[in-house]
């Protein structure tokens, strides 16, 4: 070493240290491992505490050039020694590396493949920086091996054991100040690797010089790497059990470049959010008591090449403007291939950059919030993708994903399912589903694919499948995992509702978790369920030719049978416009009058029938084509240079009214859940195609709801009413000619007769309009 000290500074032995450090150059040119250019320790050692040389051991420098070092913190940096403090740099590529502390400059011996080392005459670790020189350009840094762990024992606890309901301020990239030093800490999870390394633009992805240290049995390996900040690219470099390496993006990541490119990005939020009085407000009702109107949203495509921001000036006025309390976000989660919709996902905690970056969507949740919009996301924890660079077999082995491979392959979608019974991957999509609710101020999830998870024998044959412990087909980690979830979001996160896609008949979807039923397991724990055989039935009603429907009549009556089994939302989604499916007009039988008609009558029975509704884009003007994710839907049709625009704009129309009326008629929504809310006034009319019921507020206040679905007039039809009602008024009537009906209208009160009939002891008699639905209360 080279000391750059006045040559008058003296030590003990009376010497100067620039005399004393030829002396040592001298002796060191004997020794037999060079450790050129070292400075004389301060005293002469005794025979007990001979110097040693400060370069690093041969195993220790093998496992760092091959990136299987557990703790490169242990040799690398600066450690007291007999003799002094020995400092050791790992600087592939560098020409030299000098230790800067206060005025003393001592350039580290150059030690080969890319490691310097040296020792000072010191008695404590000093504080300093390295000045590392790469072909003529000196690099002034702090050195990353002289930090303590980032993590504490706290959360490498709670990682353990599979509770860490804030995983992601653990793991992941994180800008930080640790020991009075601004830079970036990483931390990631893989228990088999031999090694792990950080690669990034801040190195040039030259991985070699950052490995990172193993923070014993959690499996958690974690670098401090001063001096990165916002923007920079990373991912980690892996080195297998076999010893191969492999390049993965951040499985924590919060965000990341746009795809197809593949790498983690360091984030640090900004955002203020604005909505306080929004999340105050709902967390004062339950959400099944309470109005639920959703426009379902696939934010990349609903008017194509928005960005996040963009959209918050357009999609809050257009909801507004149609009256849907609630839009739903198709997956947001970043995923490799925009085709799937956002369902096969690789970034868990990333919104999808094809849009803008993490603060730019909490800037669109926030303005929907400011709007009086509730957001609900898709979020997808039954699966994932197999590209490389990602989930699967992460560390090497089966991590992520179960290690029996008739358990870990998905049979329909070429995906790898979770292993919900390992709790640090419970915990990692626990903690998912905390973070939208948390960091992003989502008011609900709809979990994807609910039925897939809970049948050990989905989609797949006998000889497939391995029945449970007690020789059943249920996955009982999987109902463990959602029970988890489901009790962590609600006690998290007041005011938050979670919703199962889930399209079996299994007991207590939306049972609470203690509350146990006659499967003996208990509730999943949900807020509401898709009612997908309303779905499925009503849809196949609506598409027989209605001199058929009268063979078919149960297909729009056997809902009641069990709607209150759970607390259901109705939805015509987009996997029901898709993959030859056809849009919802299209589906309906008859010319185009009578496409229109059947879908205008469909969506007022929709809308009054027990339920909450869910309204996929395009559905609400009666786009005729499929939706496709490349263009979207078709605007054009509502541009009043198109000639049809009264058909498609009629439609809209009564979808907004729709909602006006709904959000201001309790009737419909207070008790949704509560069979007094509801009473059949003709479920039998086969012959008529005439459905009529009445739906009850808290205070029993009544709308009456009646679906003549036959291309007819009927005059004087009786329909059967509470005697206490002095007179009734039509409040919405899907054939009126603003929305591009036949205009068949009552527009004046009607009273009833003292005549009794469908077992009330008073009736109406009303012009039953052609395809259509009537909507009356008292006047």
């Known amino acids: 070493m080279t000391s750059k000290k006045p040559a008058t500074s003296k030590n003990k032995s009376g010497k100067s240290k620039t005399d004393r450090s030829r002396t040592d150059r001298a002796r060191s040119d004997r020794a037999a491992i060079p450790a050129a250019r070292r400075p004389e320790p301060p005293d002469r050692p005794g025979p007990a505490e001979a110097a040693v040389s400060p370069a690093i051991d041969a195993g220790d420098r093998e496992r760092l050039l091959d990136g299987t070092h557990h703790a490169p913190h242990s040799v690398l940096g ?52 390295l000045l590392v020189t790469y072909d003529g350009s000196v690099h002034e840094t702090e050195d990353a091996y002289r930090f303590l762990p980032t993590l504490g024992e706290l959360d490498l606890h709670l990682i353990g054991e599979g509770r860490h309901e804030q995983l992601w301020r653990a793991l992941g990239a994180h800008i930080t100040t640790h020991e009075g030093v601004t830079g970036t ?119 194509p090449g928005l ?22 976000l198709m997956p947001v989660a970043e995923h490799p291939f925009g085709g799937s919709w956002g369902y096969q996902v690789t970034g868990f905690y990333a919104p999808t950059a094809r849009l803008g970056t993490p603060d730019d969507f909490k800037y669109l949740v926030d303005r929907l919030h400011q709007a009086g919009i509730g957001v609900l996301m898709d979020w997808v924890p039954a699966h994932f993708p197999r590209d490389a660079w990602a989930l699967a077999e992460f560390d090497g082995r089966p991590l992520y994903e179960h290690h029996d491979p008739l358990r870990a392959a998905h049979p329909d979608w070429g995906t790898l399912e979770f292993d919900f019974g390992r709790r640090e991957v ?34 797949r044959e006998p000889g497939q499948w391995t029945p449970n412990e007690h020789g059943g087909r249920e996955n009982m980690d999987a ?80 809902s009641m049978v069990y709607a209150y089994s759970e607390n259901y939302v109705l939805p015509i989604s987009h996997d029901e416009v898709v993959h030859g499916k056809r849009s919802l007009v299209s589906k309906m039988p008859g010319d185009w009058w009578q496409q229109r008609a059947n879908l205008r009558a469909y969506l007022g029975f929709m809308w009054a029938h027990p339920g909450k509704q869910l309204l996929f884009m395009g559905q609400e003007f009666a786009q005729g084509a499929e939706w496709s994710e490349a263009h979207g839907p078709d605007w054009w049709l509502l541009d009043p240079s198109y000639g049809a625009e009264a058909d498609h704009r009629g439609v809209r129309n009564l979808v907004r009214d729709l909602n006006a009326n709904y959000r201001t008629t309790p009737a419909l929504w207070q008790r949704d859940t509560d069979p007094a809310g509801f009473q059949w006034v003709t479920g039998d009319a086969v012959e008529d195609n005439v459905f009529a019921f009445l739906r009850l507020d808290a205070e029993g206040n009544p709308l009456l709801a009646v679906s003549h679905l036959a291309p007819v007039v009927r005059h004087d039809y009786r329909i059967g009413v509470p005697e206490d009602v002095p007179a009734w008024v039509e409040v919405l009537n899907s054939d009126a000619g603003r929305y591009g009906g036949s205009d068949v209208t009552t527009p004046d009160a009607v009273k009833p007769e003292p005549q009794a009939w469908h077992g009330h002891p008073a009736s109406i008699r009303l012009t039953l309009p052609p395809l259509a639905t009537v909507w009356l209360r008292p006047a």
């Open 78 to 129: 600066a450690h007291p020694v007999p003799g002094g403090v020995a400092f050791r740099a790992f600087r592939p590529y560098a020409q030299a590396v000098t230790v800067v502390s206060g005025d003393l400059r001592a350039e580290l011996h150059d030690d080969g493949d890319g490691f310097f080392s040296g020792l000072l005459p010191v008695t404590d670790v000093p504080a300093y920086r």
């Open 479 to 558: 109902v463990a995992f959602l029970q988890e979830m489901n009790a962590t979001v609600y006690r998290r996160c007041p005011g938050v509702v979670t919703i199962a896609e889930e399209s079996t008949a299994w007991d207590g979807v939306t049972r609470p978790t203690h509350h146990r039923g006659p499967s003996g397991f208990g509730g999943l724990g949900f807020g509401l369920k898709w009612n997908m055989g309303w779905m499925h039935d009503s849809l196949q009603y609506m598409s027989h030719e209605p001199v058929h429907r009268s063979y078919h009549h149960h297909e729009m009556t056997f």
């Open 426 to 459: 419970r915990n990692f999509l626990v903690a998912n589903a905390v973070y939208w609710c948390e960091e992003f101020h989502i008011d609900g999830l709809r979990v994807d694919a609910v039925a897939s998870m809970l049948y050990l024998d989905y989609s």
């Open 307 to 328: 960005t996040y921001r963009q959209l918050a000036e357009q999609l809050p006025a257009y909801v507004t403007e149609m009256g849907f309390t609630h839009v739903e």
């Open 185 to 303: 800490r990483f931390a990631v999870w893989a228990p088999n690797a031999r090694g792990v390394r950080v690669a990034g633009t801040f190195n040039f992805w030259d991985a070699g010089a950052f490995p990172m240290r193993s923070l014993g049995s959690s499996g958690v390996w974690e670098l401090f790497v001063p001096g990165v900040g916002e923007g920079e690219l990373y991912k980690f470099e892996i080195t297998r059990p076999d010893g191969s390496r492999t390049l993965r993006a951040d499985p924590m990541a919060r965000r990341t470049e746009v795809p197809p490119a593949t790498s983690s990005v360091v984030h640090a939020s900004r955002h203020e959010w604005e909505d306080a009085q929004w999340l105050e407000r709902r967390a004062g009702t339950p959400v099944h008591e309470a109005p639920f109107s959703v426009y379902e949203v696939h934010l990349p495509s609903w008017r």
